[in-house]
């Protein structure tokens, strides 16, 4: 559908960053018996480049060193994980390091401009920028502390910029396609299946998604 890279999310019991949406895949995905190992194999069949999203205890818990090993060998190229913090990330750095996997952290509006450069720092391959204090999901107007926070991490890292939390349509992909490099959409994608409507209604908003992003970016 026009997408650039796409990202897997890993399920888990205690989605803490994420909205209702989410948390309702991750528990039917639980309840189907999705493993780690199932994640890798959906990675290995994408034709584009490859992020899981992951909590920190799926990985800690089948090994931060095997995690990594076995998302290189399935050919993806990063992992996003929202609650692992830069001060107890010795053991992922190391890992991420050796089998050259990309390693991504989430910022916030409310992170200091110390705080921004100390995670920015440690970040690979791109810099994930939350729109809004909050949980995932999809909402009709977006966060003005976005295009804020875009800015702030500019002045400290050189690193590209995707912004996510509660983009769901053309207009929002646009609207941050002219602050940022990168547009996250999870939600809106995982509503369309929830709601019964099929892979094809998920690639009619990717395309619709892409045409945002490119028309500004045009």
Partial sequence: GGVE????????????MDGQVIQQTSETAIKNGIKNSDVFEIVAESSVPTYVMSYWNPIERYGVKKFASALAQSGGVGVITPDLTVEESQEWIAATDEF???????????????????????????VYAASLMGV???????SNDAKNLVSRIRAVSDLPISVGLGVSNSEQASEISAYADGVIVGSAFLKLLLDGRGPDAVVELAKDLSRGVRKRSN
Avoid: H, Q
């Fill in 136 to 142: 995932t999901g999809a909402r009709s107007v977006l």
């Fill in 5 to 16: 890279l796409i990202e897997v999310g890993m399920p888990y019991s205690d989605t803490v």
């Fill in 100 to 126: 050259d996997i990309d390693r991504t952290y989430v910022v916030a509006p409310s992170s200091t401009d110390s705080r921004l450069k100390n995670v920015t720092k440690n970040c690979t391959g791109f």
